[in-house]
């Protein structure tokens, strides 16, 4: 009874540690990705003197010539197996300001672009060229 018991104990704990392995894993990732989309975004508007469209940044960075990366990655805190999101804001002097973001824990897209600041979501993971995170 007593090492069964144990056991028990033992499988609670090991099943919780392994719990918070696989959150600490998607954050990993979504960081690493996002790393990995700025730097594309980065290539793209040195080549082409802008930032991808919003609304095809996807095809713009996958499509065009020269191809600046072979696939956009999924975001993995996208419960419906969702891309990550891109902003673009055009009327951002002294060009344009982008943000591209992982929902986070919470599943919620609630960050806003500006001129030349981003105000973060709760639990987004981003990565922008904006001045300032608020």
């Known amino acids: 009874m007593i090492v069964v018991a144990v056991l028990g104990i033992l499988a609670a704990v090991l099943i919780l540690n392994l719990q918070g392995i696989s959150g600490d894993a998607k954050t990993s990732v979504a960081k690493s990705d996002l790393r990995t989309l700025k730097t594309a975004l980065v290539l793209y508007e040195n080549h082409f003197n802008a930032f991808p469209p919003q609304d095809a940044w996807e095809k713009a960075l996958q499509e ?48 806003q672009v500006f001129y030349d600041r981003v105000v973060k979501g709760n639990d987004d993971y981003l990565v922008t060229n904006a001045r300032r995170i608020e």
């Open 64 to 111: 065009d010539e020269p191809r600046i990366i072979d696939r956009v990655p999924t975001d993995p805190y996208n419960q419906q197996g969702g891309k990550y999101i891109y902003k673009l804001n055009t009327d951002a002097p002294p060009g344009k300001t982008y943000v591209v973001l992982s929902v986070g824990k919470n599943g919620e897209d609630d960050t």
